[in-house]
């Protein structure tokens, strides 16, 4: 069955901080790994698709890194407004994503 | 652009009703994805429609649950008989097309709360 695992459920940093959120996937024939931030009371915000093993994509202070069995999204000196729930998903050769039940990060001034 | 659009924003209802949940995705985009979020879990997905046609309809929990689209565009989410189990955030996604890959943009949701 395809699954995906989100760890740590909960993060909290001190501003300038960094560290590393991570996704563990099994899927039958990956065709994306997506990362979406969702902020309270609203939807997904796409951030990074990574189609193959040793794809890296960045955007300011995030990273994301794939490999067969997992990725990583990386957050280098965070800040306040990066505080988030930071969600993976996988395409596989359905028509749907899987979720896991994201990260929640808290970062503290 | 104006992204994916969705309405009512919130929905207070009472168990047995019925409701109805609207969303208007991203112009040209032909995919549309319906996905449940309840409190402390994952996104759920429940329907996808590729043009009017919904080649997957595996994840409605049951039949009180249907969805349609029309014209390509808008599509309607319909709850009937309404339960507390209900109860959750209703997102609605749109992607240019269906083949793998294709990145999926949200709405804003709905939250639906049925007494």
């Known amino acids: 069955e395809d699954q995906v695992t989100q760890s740590p459920e909960a993060l909290r940093l001190q501003e300038g901080e960094s560290s590393s959120l991570n996704c563990s996937y099994t899927?039958?024939?990956?065709?994306?790994l997506f990362w979406y931030r969702q902020d309270p009371g609203k939807g997904p915000e796409f951030l990074f698709t990574l189609y193959s093993a040793g794809e890296e994509k960045e955007k300011e202070r995030l990273k994301a890194t794939l490999t067969k069995k997992e990725s990583f999204l990386h957050i280098t000196a965070p800040k306040p407004e990066d505080s988030a729930t930071y969600l993976c998903?996988?395409?596989?050769?359905?028509?749907?994503?899987?979720f896991g039940t994201g990260t929640r990060l808290q970062v503290f001034p | 652009g104006a992204g994916v659009s969705q309405s009512p924003s919130n929905k207070v209802t009472e168990k047995g009703k019925d409701v109805e949940l609207r969303c208007d995705p991203i112009?040209?985009?032909?995919?549309l994805y319906w996905y449940r979020q309840s409190l402390g879990q994952g996104l759920e997905f429940l329907i996808y429609f590729q043009g009017n046609s919904a080649p997957d309809k595996s994840g409605l929990p049951s039949d009180r649950f249907s969805a349609e689209r029309t014209g390509g565009s808008v599509s309607t989410l319909t709850i009937q008989r309404t339960q507390q189990e209900d109860s959750a955030v209703y997102l609605c996604?749109?992607?240019?097309?269906?083949?793998?890959?294709?990145?999926?943009?949200f709405g804003p949701g709905t939250r639906l709360l049925v007494l």
């Open positions: 112009s040209g985009h032909t995919a």
């Open positions: 996604a749109s992607s240019l097309g269906s083949a793998g890959g294709e990145t999926q943009y």
């Open positions: 998903a996988v395409h596989d050769y359905t028509d749907k994503l899987i």
């Open positions: 899927v039958s024939g990956l065709r994306g």
